[in-house]
C-alpha cells in the first residue's frame, strides 16, 4: 500500500484526541509534498537529452545481505552512474561548512536541525559502487541532490557539492557528466538496467502500529468507505453497503485486509478479522477469507491467513 494512502487510512482510524495524531499529519504532510516534489523531478527531467545513449529508472531499491537502499532516480550513461537525490525541503536552507550541521529556518523564522543530504547520497553512491563491483561492472558511481520545494531558498551551500533545485538539475546533470571521460569500452546500459531491475528488492516497512509506537486496540473499528471517508460500510448479502452514502461496494473488504496488514500484523485469524472490521459473525468472516487470495495454515479457530509468499 503506498505510504500516502495507508497514512490517510490510519488517520481515520485513530480518535481526534490520540496522542499520535498530530506527529502523522505532519508526516502525512511531509510524504504528499515528498511526492509532489519527486513528481515535478520526473517531469523536469523529460527535458533531458544526450547524444550518446542513456537509461533512467525511478524508485530504486536494491540490498546487499542486510543493507537495503532506495535511490529516487538513476541515470546511467556510457560515462557514469548519477543518483539523484530527491529533497523537498521548504524554507532557507543553510550547509554549515564548520558544524557539518544542515539546517533550514522556516517562513515564520523557527530553526529545525536536519540530516545533511549528503551523508544520504554518499551512503548510497558507496552503495551503488559496491553492488557495481560485484556484478563486474565497470561504471564510476556519483550524485546529485536535488532540491524540489518551490519555496526553498540556499542561504549557504558546501563548496564543490553538486545540489541545485529541480529548475536547475539538467545543467547539473550535464556539468557533471562532462567531468567524466568517455570510455572506449562499449557498457549495454540496457543490460545494466535490465540486471537492477531484475535485483529490485521491495522496501519492507514494519507494522505502522509498530513504527509510530500506536496500540492496535486504538484503532476504530469498522469497513472504510472510499466516497464518503468513512468507517460505514455494512455487509448486505454478499456485498457492502455504506450506512452513510448509500455506496456499494463488494470488495470493500479487500481493503480492510490490506490495511490490517499494513497498520497491525503479517497475518490475520477469523476473530481479529472480525475485531478489525467490526463483523459479528464468524461464518461470514470465514467466508469471506475462504474466497481471498491468501496462504492459510492452521484448522479451524486456530487458523492464520497471510499474502502467498512470492
Not at 506527529?23 to 533531458?48: C, D, I, M, P, V
Not at 549528503?118 to 563491483?133: A, E, G, P, S
Amino acid at each position: 500500500m503506498p505510504r500516502t494512502e495507508a497514512l490517510e487510512l490510519l488517520l481515520v482510524r485513530l480518535s481526534e484526541q490520540h496522542p499520535q495524531r498530530s506527529f502523522l499529519e505532519r508526516e502525512l504532510h511531509w510524504t504528499t509534498a515528498g511526492k509532489r516534489g519527486e513528481s515535478r523531478l520526473q517531469k523536469k527531467f523529460n527535458e533531458f537529452y544526450l547524444d550518446e545513449e542513456f537509461q533512467i529508472l525511478w524508485d530504486v531499491s536494491l540490498k546487499i545481505a542486510n543493507w537495503p537502499v532506495q535511490i529516487d532516480g538513476l541515470l546511467l550513461t556510457e560515462r557514469c552512474a548519477i543518483i539523484i537525490e530527491s529533497k523537498n525541503i521548504n524554507g532557507q536552507l543553510h550547509f554549515d561548512e564548520k558544524t557539518g550541521e544542515f539546517f533550514r529556518i522556516n517562513p515564520v523564522g523557527e530553526k529545525t536541525v536536519m540530516e545533511d543530504p549528503r551523508v544520504q547520497l554518499n551512503k548510497n553512491i558507496r552503495f551503488l559502487t559496491q553492488f557495481f563491483k560485484m556484478k563486474k561492472i565497470n561504471l564510476p558511481v556519483t550524485g546529485l541532490i536535488v532540491f524540489t520545494a518551490k519555496d526553498c531558498e540556499f542561504a549557504s551551500k558546501p563548496h564543490g557539492a553538486s545540489i541545485c533545485k529541480t529548475y536547475q538539475m539538467i545543467e547539473f546533470l550535464l556539468k557533471i557528466l562532462q567531468a567524466f571521460p568517455h570510455e572506449a569500452e562499449q557498457i549495454k546500459l540496457s543490460k545494466i538496467k535490465k540486471m537492477i531491475l531484475t535485483n529490485q528488492t521491495p522496501y519492507k516497512q514494519s507494522p505502522l502500529c509498530t513504527y509510530y509506537f500506536i496500540d492496535p486496540n486504538d484503532l476504530r473499528p469498522g469497513i472504510f468507505c472510499r466516497q464518503c471517508k468513512s468507517l460505514s460500510m455494512q455487509r448486505d448479502k454478499r456485498s457492502w453497503i455504506c450506512s452513510r452514502c448509500g455506496t456499494r461496494d463488494s470488495s470493500a473488504h479487500l481493503l480492510a485486509i490490506q490495511e490490517y496488514f499494513t497498520f497491525v500484523e503479517p497475518e490475520i485469524t477469523n476473530q481479529k478479522f472480525r475485531e478489525f472490521c467490526g463483523l459479528a459473525s464468524p461464518a461470514v468472516a470465514s467466508r469471506i477469507l475462504a474466497k481471498l487470495d491468501l496462504e492459510s495454515s492452521g484448522a479451524a479457530k486456530n487458523r492464520t491467513y497471510h499474502y502467498r509468499k512470492e
